[in-house]
Every structure is written in structure tokens, then in C-alpha cells.
């Protein structure tokens, strides 16, 4: 594999998930038109000051600009892209949730049962997992990123990395266990190989951890403003360096299985009475709802945490 193969919004989802899946990145292109991405840039801007874009540290160096915080600071971003159709369609079917968000049919419960131990008590066992068992019971941004590359003296590289980098120092000793992070990449401007397309290796999600990739097997994310490419938590890659005077402007965003904690503190970011304005979609994509079991609040509606109901155990 020397490329990232293309797909369109025509394209069939379950052709680009077997794609994704044996090369570990696929690109959709022109998945929203590029008015979509200039609003969304539009609304950054007006929202975030310049001194707030700006960066420094090894990953973003000087120069740079990054935005945290996205799904409040665009709401067009959350809206329409975030929540994208297609792309959850495709995270769906990643990430295998009992919820999905596409709007499929919901998968059926992981199966456990209680069984009788005498004198009248139970205890709850779980049967041995199906591959087609649910992976999660939703899932929610992990972090929602502007990252726009700027040429310069100084642009160079990002270091090629996996996302799933954040987690593995603490569970690097577990069997492998099913994709649990998808990221996705919305070009809010050109991307192309000047002005630093984000490099990918594909395949390299199926390589053992120690092997290093070689400059030729690393391509680049060429793709027209409006489009996507995502890749898979174990997918090798990075910036690219820019040696034009363009901003390569990408709007980030990783999805990630509702049990492990979200990289970027959305509840910081996209406070309450941010978040009321939000679709019930995008609130729950954010993170505000709960599974029978894990994020719940006493009281507040487990699909919906800003509005009274029942979501807890208690
Ligand atoms: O901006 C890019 O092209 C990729 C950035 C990235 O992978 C990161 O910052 O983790
Ligand atoms: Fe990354």
C-alpha cells in the first residue's frame, strides 16, 4: 500500500470501512462543500483570539496555530461536521457502539446473566465475547482540535505517532483489544503536499510496535477543501512541514468508545450553557449522556444530562 485510496459520499460505507480497515486511513473527498469549511473558519476566528491560536510546544512549535476547544468555539464545525452523517455511519461500524449514532439499529447488549449461588444471592457473569459483540455503548469526541500548519524557516515534521500513544503507556500490557479511536481530519483548506498534508503510513496499524517506517512508505493526505481523511488509533502519522506561505488549516476531531476518558475535558470546553445550544446529536457526542453505567448524573435524563430524568444507577 503506497497511497490512501479516495472515496466519495456516493461510495458504499461498507467499502470505505474495508478500506479503512486493512490500510488504516482512508480520504473521502468533498464531503461538504467548501462554503461549510470557510464558515466554520469564519466563526473560529471571530471566537478565539489570535494570541489563544498561537503555540509552542514539540508537537506544534512556534508558528503554528491551534485552537482547543473547537466543538464551542465553531458551532458549524460540531453541527456539520463533527456530527457528519456519513462519517458516523463509518465510526458506527468502527466502533461498534449499542447506541449508534448514524441512527442505525441499536446492537444488542453485551450478554451477561445472574445466576443463583444459594441462600437466596446472585452474581452476575459475563458469557464469552462475540468479534460482533458491541465495543462500547456510544462513543464521544476524544479531542475536537483546529491544527493549521504555517510554513516557515522552522516548519518541519510532526514526529510520526500513533493516537493511541495517550492510552498505551497504561495499557500496553493488555491483549490487543478492538479499535476504540478513530480520528478524523476535515480539510479547511487545501491540503496538498506543499503546504503540509498530513503524513500517514498506511498499513502501519498492523505493524508491530518496534518497526520504523522508511520515508517511502509515507504519504501524504492530498485531498481539496471540504474533504476528510480519517485513520485508526495504531496508524502511524503526523504533520507534514509546509514550505509555502499558505495556512493548511485542519479541523480534528477523534471519536472515542464512551468507557475511556476523553482526551480534551469537554465539560471545561463546552460548558452547560454552551452546550444547551447544541443539537441533541452534537450534546451527545460532546458528552452530555450517559450509559446505563458510566458517565450518569442522579436525577438528569441519561440521553440528554442537561435536562431532568433518570440516568443513574441510585
Ligand atoms: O495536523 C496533522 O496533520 C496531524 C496532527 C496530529 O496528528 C496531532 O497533532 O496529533
Ligand atoms: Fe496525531
Given at each position: 500500500m503506497k497511497y490512501l485510496t479516495s472515496f466519495t459520499e456516493k461510495d458504499s460505507t461498507e467499502d470505505i470501512v474495508k478500506t479503512l480497515k486493512s490500510d488504516g486511513g482512508v480520504i473521502i473527498e468533498r464531503l461538504v462543500p467548501e462554503e461549510v469549511m470557510d464558515e466554520a473558519y469564519q466563526e473560529v476566528q471571530s471566537n478565539v483570539s489570535q494570541a489563544q491560536q498561537?503555540?509552542?510546544?514539540?508537537?506544534?512549535?512556534?508558528?503554528?496555530?491551534?485552537?482547543?476547544?473547537?466543538?464551542?468555539?465553531?458551532?458549524?464545525?460540531?453541527?456539520?461536521?463533527v456530527i457528519h452523517p456519513k462519517t458516523l455511519e463509518i465510526v458506527d461500524a468502527m466502533l461498534m457502539p449499542i447506541e449508534p449514532m448514524s441512527g442505525g439499529i441499536p446492537?444488542?447488549?453485551a450478554k451477561s446473566e445472574v445466576v443463583e449461588?444459594?441462600?437466596?444471592?446472585?452474581?452476575?457473569?459475563?458469557?464469552?465475547?462475540?468479534?460482533?459483540?458491541?465495543?462500547c455503548h456510544h462513543y464521544n469526541i476524544g479531542a475536537a482540535v483546529m491544527l493549521e500548519v504555517r510554513?516557515?524557516?522552522n516548519s518541519k515534521h510532526q514526529v510520526l505517532h500513533r493516537e493511541n500513544a495517550i492510552y498505551q503507556p497504561f495499557i500496553e500490557h493488555l491483549p490487543a483489544i478492538r479499535e476504540f479511536l478513530v480520528s478524523a481530519m476535515w480539510a479547511g483548506s487545501d491540503?496538498?503536499?506543499d503546504n503540509g498534508a498530513t503524513r500517514v503510513v498506511p498499513s502501519s496499524h498492523r505493524w508491530p510496535e518496534d518497526r520504523i517506517a522508511q520515508e517511502n512508505e509515507v504519504?501524504?493526505?492530498?485531498?481539496?477543501?471540504?474533504?476528510?481523511?480519517?485513520?485508526?488509533?495504531?496508524t502511524l502519522h503526523g504533520s507534514?512541514?509546509?514550505?509555502?506561505n499558505q495556512r493548511r488549516t485542519g479541523f480534528f476531531n477523534s471519536y472515542l468508545v464512551d468507557w475511556i476518558r476523553q482526551e480534551e475535558n469537554q465539560f471545561i470546553t463546552v460548558p452547560p450553557e454552551i452546550a444547551e445550544k447544541l443539537s441533541d446529536k452534537a450534546k451527545k457526542v460532546v458528552g452530555y449522556s450517559a450509559s446505563p453505567n458510566l458517565g450518569w448524573v442522579k436525577g438528569r435524563d441519561k440521553d440528554n444530562l442537561l435536562v431532568e430524568g433518570r440516568s443513574s444507577p441510585l
Open positions: 498561537s503555540s509552542s510546544t514539540s508537537l506544534w512549535p512556534e508558528g503554528n496555530r491551534t485552537v482547543g476547544g473547537l466543538a464551542a468555539a465553531s458551532l458549524t464545525y460540531t453541527e456539520k461536521l446492537a444488542t447488549e449461588i444459594g441462600d437466596g444471592g446472585t452474581q452476575v457473569v459475563f458469557k464469552a465475547p462475540l468479534e460482533t459483540d458491541p465495543n510554513g516557515g524557516p491540503f496538498t503536499r504519504v501524504q493526505a492530498e485531498m481539496p477543501k471540504g474533504s476528510l481523511v480519517m485513520w485508526l488509533s495504531r507534514a512541514k509546509s514550505n509555502t
